[in-house]
């Protein structure tokens, strides 16, 4: 069955903090991964696509990394406004239509 | 414009009561659309998904259905709403390398 489990389910930063969060998966042939944030109250907004392992990608303080088993959002000297829930998805090889199976998130507070 | 617009925002149902959440898409025609829910704790779960008018694929038995009436018009329903059926729900078009954009989301309570 193809699985995705982010960690840790919820992390709290001093604002200037740099750290990771994780996204590991067990699929059977992966097309793309991708990290999206999350605001309370509204939908999922795109950041990254990931395709091979090896890969990188960059967007002010984030930076995303694959390996063969699993992902890093990396947040460098986080600020207050990148508090935010943030979700991993998985996108499978010969899956119909471009489904996701998306991982429950990691909630990310940064305090001032 | 990619933009989708769902609505209502919010909404608060009886048990048993019936429902229909409409979700529009702007864009490109013949857009992959998608409903899930996301609720307390748990991950986004796809429900239903749709690759044309008419053509809909359920991802998960329940009491809910979908429909596709118009190519930019995706519909959910259900006759009798349960207390399991409060979430978030979220309609979503495919974009390529973009993966999905999402709505803003209902968020539904049944009481």
Not at chain 1, 52 to 62: H, I, P, T, W
Not at chain 1, 71 to 76: A, E, M, N, R, V
Not at chain 1, 78 to 82: I, V
């Given at each position: 069955?193809?699985?995705?489990?982010?960690s840790?389910e919820?992390?709290?930063?001093?604002?200037?903090?740099?750290?990771s969060?994780n996204?590991?998966?067990t699929v059977?042939g992966?097309?793309?991964?991708?990290?999206?944030?999350?605001?309370?109250?509204?939908?999922?907004?795109?950041?990254?696509?990931?395709y091979?392992?090896?890969?990188?990608?960059?967007?002010?303080?984030?930076k995303?990394?694959?390996t063969?088993?699993e992902?890093?959002?990396?947040?460098?000297a986080?600020?207050?406004?990148?508090s935010?829930t943030?979700?991993c998805a998985?996108?499978?090889?010969?899956?119909?239509?471009?489904?996701?199976?998306?991982?429950?998130g990691?909630?990310?507070s940064?305090i001032? | 414009s990619?933009?989708?617009?769902?609505w209502?925002?919010?909404l608060?149902?009886?048990?048993?009561?019936?429902?229909?959440?409409?979700?529009?898409v702007?864009?490109?025609?013949?857009?992959n659309?998608?409903?899930?829910?996301?609720?307390?704790?748990?991950?986004?779960?796809?429900?239903?998904?749709?690759?044309?008018?008419?053509q809909?694929?359920?991802?998960?038995?329940?009491?809910?259905?979908?429909?596709?009436?118009?190519?930019r018009?995706?519909?959910?329903?259900?006759?009798?709403?349960?207390?399991?059926?409060?979430g978030f729900?979220?309609?979503?078009r495919?974009?390529?390398a973009?993966?999905?954009t999402?709505?803003?989301?209902?968020?539904?309570?049944?009481?």
């Open positions: 069955e193809d699985q995705v489990t982010q840790p919820a992390l709290r930063l001093q604002e200037g903090e740099s750290s969060l996204c590991s998966y059977s992966l097309r793309g991964l991708f990290w999206y944030r999350q605001d309370p109250g509204k939908g999922p907004e795109f950041l990254f696509t990931l091979s392992a090896g890969e990188e990608k960059e967007k002010e303080r984030l995303a990394t694959l063969k088993k992902s890093f959002l990396h947040i460098t986080p600020k207050p406004e990148d935010a943030y979700l998985v996108q499978i090889a010969g899956a119909g239509s471009y489904q996701l199976t998306f991982g429950k990691t909630k990310l940064v001032p | 990619q933009t989708i617009h769902q209502p925002a919010t608060v149902q009886p048990v048993g009561s019936p429902l229909s959440l409409e979700c529009t702007e864009g490109t025609s013949n857009p659309l998608y409903w899930y829910r996301q609720a307390a704790g748990r991950g986004l779960q796809l429900l239903f998904y749709s690759v044309g008018i008419g809909i694929s359920s991802e998960v038995p329940q009491n809910l259905s979908a429909s596709r009436p118009q190519d018009q995706f519909i959910l329903s259900s006759k009798k709403l349960l207390l399991s059926d409060s729900y979220l309609c979503a495919t974009e390529g973009y993966g999905y999402f709505g803003s989301g209902t968020r539904l309570t049944v009481v």
